[in-house]
């Protein structure tokens, strides 16, 4: 059974910053890309970062220069680090991660989502 655990979540003034920790356990063979999604309330849920296993990141326009992707792969752990948060960042963020259980069997995973809140 293979879960991610988010934390890091919470409320923020604007301009002020947050660090989300997404970690993976259980049975894992290896994981591939990890990434970083957000839904806010009556929106569609929209990819926010991505990073490879080897440490390529793609960000999604909004969060260019503001937020950074990092993973610590021997801890099976991705980060967004979030800074100058605005009111339009609110929303629930979801961990991602495509993960091998064994070396032919493969899926996407979710995280339970974590709130982030900007408002003053």
């Known amino acids: 059974q293979v879960q991610l655990a988010e934390s890091g979540g919470g409320l923020v003034q604007p301009g002020g910053s947050l660090r989300l920790s997404c970690a993976a356990s259980?049975?894992?063979?290896?994981?591939?890309?990890m990434g970083w999604y957000r839904q806010a309330p009556g929106k569609e849920r929209e990819l926010v970062a991505s990073i490879t296993i080897g440490g390529i990141r793609q960000y999604s326009d909004p969060v260019k220069g503001r937020f950074t992707i990092s993973r610590d792969n021997a801890k099976n752990t991705v980060y967004l680090e979030m800074n100058s948060l605005t009111p339009e960042d609110t929303a629930v963020y979801y961990c991602n991660a495509y993960i091998f259980l064994t070396a032919y069997q493969s899926r996407h995973y979710w995280g339970q989502g974590t709130q982030v809140t900007v408002s003053s």
């Open positions: 259980g049975s894992i063979f290896s994981i591939n890309a």
